[in-house]
């Protein structure tokens, strides 16, 4: 899994502000909404078929399911208040928004980093199905996503707005 510090690799710093957020929307918030309704499918399945196995993922999916919503009420702040004062132009009354989705942030890494001990790291064990190992599979891929999408904006994003990591 990528260092969730790590700038994504489709960073573009020329990119006009707008046509950045245009992509960020585009690239990150529509793909994690489409994205994240199957592994908690298969998290709760994984965690009812395997309950009695000690080495199954217990609390799993309530885990991503919060992690799930805490992003979906960080996506729709930045959709309903902060990108459109960004394609206003900015205003030193961005500072405080902007400071609320750093927090908001780090409480998703927060979130992955209590997550990845209960999956000894997105690592299924020898004797794990086939719906066990697509469920750690589909999260790293997500988690990676996430961590892509907190790059673009701590670090490429934001500051363009004064406001540095
Ligand atoms: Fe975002």
């Known amino acids: 899994m990528k260092d969730l510090t790590q700038a994504s690799e489709d960073t573009d710093v020329s990119q006009e502000t707008g046509a950045l957020i245009d992509h960020i929307l585009k690239r990150y918030h529509e793909m994690h909404r489409d994205d994240l309704a199957s592994p908690m499918a298969l998290a709760d399945r994984v965690e009812r078929v395997h309950a009695d196995d000690p080495d199954a993922p217990s ?3 309530c ?3 919060a992690l799930a919503q805490q992003m979906e ?3 729709t ?3 309903t208040i902060l990108f459109p004062a960004m394609r206003a132009g900015g205003g030193p009354g961005i500072a405080h928004p902007i400071a609320v989705m750093r ?3 780090d409480d998703h890494a927060e979130n992955i980093a209590l997550i990845l001990p209960m999956t000894s790291d997105l690592t299924p064990p020898d004797h794990a199905c086939g719906s066990w190992r697509s469920l750690y599979g589909g999260l790293g891929a997500r988690f990676e996503d996430l961590a892509a999408h907190i790059a673009q904006e ?3 994003l934001f500051p363009r707005f004064g406001q540095p990591a």
């Open 77 to 79: 702040k930045e959709e």
């Open 103 to 105: 927090a908001d942030l």
């Open 154 to 156: 701590n670090d490429v």
């Open 73 to 75: 009420d960080h996506m």
């Open 59 to 61: 609390g799993l999916a």
């Open 63 to 65: 885990a991503v399911r």
